[in-house]
């Protein structure tokens, strides 16, 4: 009993981390189509700059998150930019942003070399730092980055389906010419959704960098569970995106504490293939249904 | 005054309108008569902002249109009620109607626009959560007016509102027009329904092929015998 709800906490915690790292991918892809590679180089850059600017100039790694937010808006916001005047259709994004992966991770590479790096524990508190109820544990800094997922996946759901903002932003998805019209100006809410990506992109990047060793090439490991995330989550669905990230940080919780911990990594991918058999839609709805043009 | 002049519209190199000109005031209700293809749809989208012209001017009380941004032409006074409707069908009436206003940021004004669409069409007030495009027809045409009205214009250009609506329902739109009309908005009226469409117009236009090929008052026109011909089959 104790191992199970161990296991519950500790998935529960997971997802919150899933959630935070696929909620941008999901809004940009969903709400702006650039299916968007980088991501997972902006998440894997602001890992580096935590774990940098806390083991070689000792800041606490939480507080580096006021260098890498505005680092992930940035870049989220350039690439935002660059989308829309090159004009890249969907598929254009995939294979531009894939590159721009690959280019980030040569420049970590090139700084950071191969090695595997992570912060040495007397640079980082939050790793000892942990939440003892009873029996059970919870690391402190994984219960702030539920708190931060919680609150970026709520905001990002207020925003679609309760502001003017929102109601503005699905109307140019669905029908852009009479949304700009009637008076939207598409390009300015676009860079708003590429801020929030980039705020998310950025805190979660920085929790890998807190709680993981860094390889360059340990960007490629989170894109199996986001893309499961954000497809069985229904594009630029907050709600969606929460949900899906916390049953698939479940299952990977319970399939590491009752079976083989070397599958725990399949789990998020063989749930996908499985839902994606039998409600090829996945699991929730998109934000805005858009006929593939 | 809204002016269109020596207007030409091109989709890559396929001519779909050559100098044309027309010029309306706010107290008018003007119709744009022609064949398919003849360039009525494109005429309004052009003044609507979201074609671009390759020469030629739209001018609004002299002020020329072209050098805004597409998304600011709404907030000058001109509102467009498309061919087609052109809902955002995934959003509620209620939600379509407040985009109407995106351009004006007056709570109270835009809850009073929006008190007055509910008061010209009460279904609408009844089926304010609903998606817009689960309505019928009629309905979705209510709201496409709705919906333009709410951006508080001066001119109103309606692209064939009568088109894909029951026969008792196409009655109601030309009411609705003459109503339109009379709330002291300039209408500018796409039509294929010449018959009805003369019954209420102040002066029309007809287009054929992209060009201008004549224009006059109610009373020229239903005297013409090439629009008796090609028209209303008389």
Not at chain 1, 55 to 75: E, K, M, N, R, S
Request: glycine fraction near 10%; proline fraction near 4%; charged fraction near 15%.
């Amino acid at each position: 009993m104790q191992q199970w709800i161990q296991a519950l906490i500790t998935g529960l915690l997971l997802g919150g981390l899933y959630a935070t790292l696929s909620l941008g991918f999901s809004l940009t892809w969903g709400l702006l189509r650039t299916i968007n590679f980088a991501h997972f180089g902006f998440a894997l850059l602001a890992s580096y700059v935590t774990y940098e600017l806390s083991t070689v100039h000792g800041f606490d790694p939480l507080l580096t998150l006021v260098a890498t937010v505005p680092i992930g808006v940035a870049l989220s916001l350039g690439l935002q930019w660059f989308v829309s005047k090159v004009k890249l259709d969907m598929f254009g994004t995939l294979v531009a942003t894939f590159g721009l992966l690959l280019v980030l991770e040569a420049a970590i590479s090139r700084y950071w070399l191969q090695d595997l790096r992570r912060i040495p524990t007397e640079n980082n508190p939050w790793l000892s730092n942990v939440l003892s109820v009873g029996p059970y544990t919870m690391p402190v800094v994984q219960i702030l980055g539920l708190v931060a997922a919680v609150a970026l996946c709520g905001f990002s759901w207020w925003l679609l389906q309760r502001s003017r903002a929102g109601y503005a932003i699905r109307a140019s998805v669905e029908n852009p010419t009479m949304a700009r019209a009637f008076g939207i100006d598409a390009t300015r809410l676009g860079y708003l959704i590429a801020a929030i990506s980039g705020v998310s992109v950025a805190i979660a990047g920085s929790m890998i960098g807190i709680l993981y060793a860094l390889s360059p090439a340990s960007a490629l490991i989170w894109v199996p569970v986001t893309l499961a995330v954000v497809l069985l989550g229904g594009l630029a669905n907050p709600v969606g995106v929460a949900i899906s990230a916390t049953a698939l940080a479940l299952a990977e919780s319970f399939t590491r504490q009752f079976a083989d911990p070397s599958l725990a990594q399949l789990v998020a991918l063989g749930i996908l293939v499985i839902v994606l058999l039998f409600k090829p839609s996945g699991l929730f709805r998109p934000t805005v249904e858009v006929s593939e043009r | 005054m809204l002016e269109v002049t020596d207007l030409s519209v091109y989709y890559g190199e396929a001519r779909a309108l050559e100098d044309i000109s027309i010029t309306m005031d706010q107290g008018e209700v003007v119709a744009v008569l022609g064949a398919n293809g003849a360039g009525k749809s494109t005429l309004v989208n052009t003044m609507a902002g979201i074609i671009p012209a390759r020469s030629g001017q739209v001018l609004l009380d002299g002020a020329p249109l072209q050098r805004l941004a597409s998304h600011k032409v709404v907030g000058e006074g001109i509102a467009l009620v498309p061919e087609g409707r052109m809902l955002f069908n995934q959003l509620t009436v209620a939600q379509n109607l407040k985009l109407g206003a995106y351009s004006l940021d007056d709570r109270s004004e835009i809850g009073a626009l929006q008190q007055t669409v509910y008061d010209l069409f009460p279904i609408l007030h009844d089926r304010r959560d609903q998606k817009a495009g689960t309505l019928s027809g009629g309905q979705q045409q209510m709201v496409a007016i709705g919906r333009a009205l709410m951006a508080r214009p001066r001119y109103l250009l309606m692209d064939e509102p009568s088109l894909g609506l029951a026969p008792i329902i196409v009655d109601d739109m030309f009411d609705l027009i003459v109503r339109v009309h009379e709330m002291g908005i300039g209408v500018l009226v796409v039509e294929q329904n010449v018959a009805r469409t003369l019954e209420i117009c102040d002066r029309g236009y007809v287009l054929e092929q992209g060009t201008l090929a004549l224009s006059g008052t109610r009373e020229e026109l239903l005297g013409s015998s090439a629009v008796r011909e090609a028209y209303l089959a008389m």
